[in-house]
Each structure stands twice: as C-alpha cells, then as structure tokens.
C-alpha cells in the first residue's frame, strides 16, 4: 500500500470510532506506513505489532526495529506472531527464547503487554499450551463459522475460550470473513492469504459471528477496500443467527458431513453459492435432499466450483452428455473399496457433485471418512514419516494399469491449509521411499486406519438428493447391500496442484537387480520412474 492510501484509510478511524491499529514487523512497509500518523496521534490509539522471531536477540533486535520504523517510544502491545508449531514454540518460549526479550522489553516500559497470535486449526491448543506456561495478556485466533463446524476445532477454541474468559485474558478474532485460499485462477488481486468474502448479506452474517459471541472483537479487514463494508456491517445492529443460513444446517457426524435445506440448486443464487462453498470446506461433504435438477443445471451447478472434466477412463453410455458421467447398477455397485476419485491423474479431482437419480428402498449407502481427522489423530512419529513420503497410484481398477501418478502420503489442502491422508486402497500402489515389503505393511495400517468409525459418516439417500464432497480431504465407500436399481449422476471438477506437507525425505527406493528379480509394483515404480526421467530429458 503507498502512503497516500495509508494516510486515506487511516483517517476514517476517527470517523468509524476505531482506537486500536494492529501491525507487524512482516507486514512489508506497514510499520513505516503508519509513523507520519503516529507523529501527531500516537497517544489517541493502542498500538500493537508482533515479531516473528524465536531467539530473544533476533526478537528483541527487531521490536527496536518497529519502534524506530514506527518513531514511537512505546509499543501497547508486542506479540509473538504465529506461534503453534511445537519446535518453534519450544524455541521461543524457552531460555534464550524470544520471549524473554519481550518481558525485559516490558520491564524497561518499551512495551505495556505481551500477546500471542496462531493461525491454522492448531492455533487454539498451542494458544492453551501458551497461557499454561506465561501469563499472556491476549491472544489472537481464527474465528468464524467454517472452523466453528469444525467438531475438534470448535472444541479446541472452547477450551481456550474458558480458560480466557478465567483469566481475563483478551481475545482477537481474525479469518472471520475468510471464504477460501486463493486459486491461481481468481481475477482479483491478492492482499492477504485467503480470499475475502465481499458481498454485503454474506459479510454481515460473518460479522455478525464474531460480535454475538461475548468478549470477542473483531481483529480483521483482510485488505484496506473491505474497511468502509466491515464498519457497515458493525454499525447496525448484532443480528442473531439466520436461521435459514445456519439453523437449516444439519450435522449428520463428528469428524465430517451436514445435510442442508432451504436451498434450490436448480437456480442457486451468488450467496448461495459462497455460503455453499464455506460448508463445504467446514463439512467435507454436504447433502442437499429433495432437489430437482436437470443435467444442464446439474453441470452448471458444478461449474460454480471450477472447470467440469469428463471421467478419464470411463466413458458414459447413458446420458450421452459431455460432463455427466452415470453409473447405473443393480444387485450391487462397483464402488465397493474405499477411494479419492481418480487419484492416478497428476491433477486429481477437486470435488464431486452427485444426484442420485434413483435409490433402491433398502441399502446402497455410502460412507465419507475425513482424511483430516486421521492424519490429526496419528502419533506424531507416524505423522512425521507420512510427511516424508510419496505413494505411486495407478489406474489398474479401470484396466489402465499404464497410467500412473506420484503423490504426497500426507498433502495440504490449498484452502484451509489442513492436513490430510492422501492414500487409498483403490489406486495407492507402492509408497515409493521404502522397499516392497516395508510399503504394504504401513500402506495396509494407513488404509485400513481412514476406515476407523470416528472419521466416517454414513449417509443413506433419497431419490433427489445432491451430495458434493471434497476429494482433497475426503475417502469414499458405497454398501452393495441393495437389490433393484441404483442411478447415480456425477459431474467430476477439475482438481488443483497436490501440495505436499514436506518435501521427500528420501530417494525413491527401487529393489537393484533386474526386472525380473522385483516384485509387480517395484517393477511399476522402476518404470514409472524411468519413464518420468526421460520425460524431463527429451
């Protein structure tokens, strides 16, 4: 931002009754954005910063820093920015940490309190982890109704809620009109991580979130054009949730899955559709009973949420429709091994948009685990080593053994940032850093593990409904318990990059020998393997 705009937003707070700026030290020129008005209003406002440094020289070299960028004599509040990965905080929090050279900084009255900050669904824990060791002064943690229906996180942020609210500790929301990370393809600039939600209905709901919620407030505006909407939004009054915006929200497990009505998805509205976005990425999978949708709305329905690609290997002799695929079965389906659709493509599928168009009486539901929860709830020693391998997946179940890709054990969901498993026992071949032997017993632990009861929902249809999941953090699971017929319709969205948690920690592992001496996927990986170097060399 250029100091004319700096100076331009700035002199609304008088107007808008705002007397706390909140800054940090990584914030590009922010600090020196604001010291021309600091000159002359430094005693009118609270002023906070934050360092994200872990030593206490670096930490205490760079609040001297602030303070001369910002010309003031005193900071009101220094926090410790972003601290919830346990090494960092180790560091940080201990003998030579940065936190020492904050309590010697409030000691000389450079600074009146001390605060932390976190993002990402650990923050609210480490924040506990941090008020059980110093006694913080205020924190800082994502807040909004997305991660709220998160169970493990809203549990989290309960927990750290009670133990504020005892100690009479500040807390400063921020994420709460997050609607997703970026995607390469938005049009928009980009002036923070995540994309803003902007229209007025949607941006008063999520306002509102925060502001019905005693002793909370409102710590962000994701980039200075929001400013004038958010103030807006506050000024009128705090209305309770809508009830056709949450109330008609069903959560149908603990780990993952709601059912929602009040919403017509022949011909969804602009806010629908963000708000249908959010759901999605708090549930993983939603359902939409009751709905009437014709093929062309079923793929417009899906083009909302990116570009429809057709299946890669089955081609639909039923609909005849370019985006459509329909699978019809009786006395039993196919999808019978639990999977991530076509993970064998380098672009995996982003999500699916299902209409079941008929359903037998009795049986055929399917079942959705949350690849979230079951990373979450490994030990950190297994989390550790999935996070330092990659798995071969193949196309063998649609007799396209040939075509192969290599992805991370554990990857990050591009707009959350959360964690997954991202292995199944459908197209996940051979985990390519260990040998053979070593690669089916974990690959058998890992596959089986996603099936445990706690991360799964059993969803049992009625003709009409809609589902949409999220193959980036999600397996799925069809019951063949049926008789009679089963017609399902599905539009496939293209998928995005697949981000690993962590680079490789190895070297593929290939038993040495000839062909003939490997097992069948040694043989595969070895091929696959050969054939991407050559790629790279042509």
């Known amino acids: 931002m250029k100091q004319e705009r700096a100076d331009a937003t700035l002199a609304k707070l008088d107007l808008y009754g705002v007397n706390h700026i909140d800054v940090a030290a990584s914030y590009g020129e922010a600090e020196l954005r604001l010291a021309p008005f600091l000159k002359t209003r430094r005693d009118d406002f609270f002023l906070a910063t934050k360092t994200g440094l872990r030593s206490k020289a670096a930490a205490r070299d760079q609040l001297h820093a602030s303070l001369e960028r910002m010309q003031v004599a005193q900071i009101d509040l220094i926090q410790m920015h972003n601290l919830v990965q346990p090494d960092q905080w180790e560091e940080a929090m201990g003998p030579g940490g940065a936190l020492e050279a904050l309590v010697e900084a409030k000691e000389q009255g450079l600074v009146r309190f001390i605060g932390v900050t976190g993002h990402g669904t650990y923050a609210p824990l480490m924040h506990v982890r941090s008020l059980q060791a110093y006694d913080f002064d205020s924190i800082l943690v994502p807040y909004n109704y997305s991660m709220m229906n998160n169970a493990q996180y809203a549990a989290d942020f309960e927990t750290l809620?009670?133990?504020?609210?005892?100690?009479?500790?500040?807390?400063?929301?921020?994420?709460?009109?997050?609607?997703?990370?970026?995607?390469?393809?938005?049009?928009?600039?980009?002036?923070?991580?995540?994309?803003?939600?902007?229209?007025?209905?949607?941006?008063?709901?999520?306002?509102?979130?925060?502001?019905?919620?005693?002793?909370?407030?409102?710590?962000?505006?994701?980039?200075?054009?929001?400013?004038?909407?958010?103030?807006?939004?506050?000024?009128?009054?705090?209305?309770?949730?809508?009830?056709?915006?949450?109330?008609?929200?069903?959560?149908?497990?603990?780990?993952?899955?709601?059912?929602?009505?009040g919403v017509n998805l022949s011909a969804p509205s602009s806010a629908d559709i963000e708000q249908i976005k959010a759901l999605l990425l708090a549930h993983k999978v939603i359902f939409f009973p009751g709905q009437k949708v014709s093929l062309e709305e079923h793929v417009?329905?899906?083009?909302?949420?990116?570009?429809?690609?057709?299946?890669?290997?089955?081609?639909?002799?039923?609909?005849?429709?370019?985006?459509?695929?329909?699978?019809?079965?009786?006395?039993?389906?196919?999808?019978?091994?639990?999977?991530?659709?076509?993970?064998?493509?380098?672009?995996?599928?982003?999500?699916?948009?299902?209409?079941?168009?008929?359903?037998?009486?009795?049986?055929?539901?399917?079942?959705?685990?949350s690849l979230e929860q079951a990373f979450n709830e490994l030990s950190p020693p297994m989390q550790s080593l999935c996070e330092s391998l990659t798995a071969l997946h193949d196309a063998l179940p649609h007799n396209r053994p040939d075509k192969m890709a290599i992805h991370p054990v554990v990857r990050v969901h591009p707009e959350t940032g959360n964690k997954a498993l991202y292995v199944n026992e459908h197209f996940t071949r051979r985990l390519v850093e260990v040998n053979a032997t070593e690669s089916e017993t974990l690959l058998t632990y890992l596959t089986n593990w996603v099936k445990n009861p706690r991360f799964t929902v059993r969803y049992?249809?009625?003709?009409?409904?809609?589902?949409?999941?999220?193959?980036r953090c999600t397996q799925h699971f069809v019951l063949n318990d049926f008789e009679g017929e089963r017609i399902i319709q599905r539009v496939t969205v293209m998928g995005d990059n697949v981000e690993a948690a962590s680079p490789p920690g190895w070297a593929p592992y290939v038993r040495p020998g000839p062909l003939s001496a490997m097992s069948r996927h040694d043989r595969q990986l070895s091929l696959y393997l050969k054939s991407r170097q050559e790629a790279k060399e042509a």
């Open 161 to 261: 809620y009670a133990l504020c609210q005892e100690r009479q500790v500040a807390m400063q929301t921020i994420k709460s009109i997050a609607l997703r990370r970026w995607r390469d393809d938005d049009p928009e600039k980009h002036f923070s991580w995540y994309r803003p939600i902007r229209e007025p209905e949607p941006l008063k709901r999520a306002v509102d979130f925060v502001l019905n919620r005693d002793n909370l407030f409102l710590n962000t505006t994701s980039d200075a054009s929001l400013l004038d909407a958010i103030f807006a939004a506050a000024r009128e009054p705090v209305s309770a949730p809508d009830p056709m915006a949450l109330d008609a929200v069903k959560r149908l497990a603990g780990a993952l899955g709601a059912e929602i009505t």
């Open 300 to 369: 417009a329905l899906g083009e909302f949420f990116g570009q429809i690609e057709d299946h890669p290997n089955l081609k639909n002799p039923y609909t005849n429709h370019p985006g459509v695929f329909e699978l019809a079965a009786t006395h039993g389906g196919i999808a019978d091994e639990w999977h991530t659709d076509i993970t064998f493509e380098t672009h995996p599928s982003m999500m699916s948009v299902l209409h079941m168009v008929k359903c037998p009486e009795v049986g055929g539901d399917t079942m959705w685990s």
């Open 460 to 471: 049992q249809w009625s003709e009409g409904t809609i589902a949409m999941w999220d193959n």
